[in-house]
């Protein structure tokens, strides 16, 4: 098995941001949200984080979002999700049409970091 540098970075990347240092950053009882869609060596490196807040993120994130995945996020205090680009984009959309704080981070080719948390202004 040959790792090429692009996934080295990204799973160096991946797992910084996913460890105890950013992880509490955010509120202690935020929930990680994982995309099952990601490479497979950015989902490994979120599962093996252990969090009880942890969420498989659906294919209709909308739906989730509307089904109480944002009253579970407002409740948490936050959360730091791991996506592909396109539901990053989706997500921070809804979590600003909520009123909440999101913002994106790239840590790979298709992997992106969104950080969810209450908005100052609120």
Do not use: F, Y
Request: charged share 25%; net charge positive; with cysteine.
């Amino acid at each position: 098995m040959s790792v090429t540098r692009r996934e080295m970075l990204t799973a160096v990347a991946i797992a910084s941001a996913t460890s105890g240092i950013r992880l509490s950053a955010a509120i202690s009882n935020g929930m990680l949200l994982v995309d099952p869609s990601l490479p497979a060596e950015a989902r490994r490196i979120a599962e093996r984080r252990d969090h009880a807040n942890r969420v498989t993120v659906e294919a209709d994130l909308v739906r989730q979002w509307r089904d109480g995945l944002e009253n579970r996020i407002v409740s948490a205090g936050g959360a730091l999700a791991l996506v592909r680009w396109d539901k990053a984009l989706i997500l921070c959309g809804l979590a600003r049409e909520s009123g909440l704080r999101a913002r994106q981070e790239r840590l790979g080719r298709a992997t992106i970091l969104v950080t969810i948390d209450k908005s100052v202004s609120a």
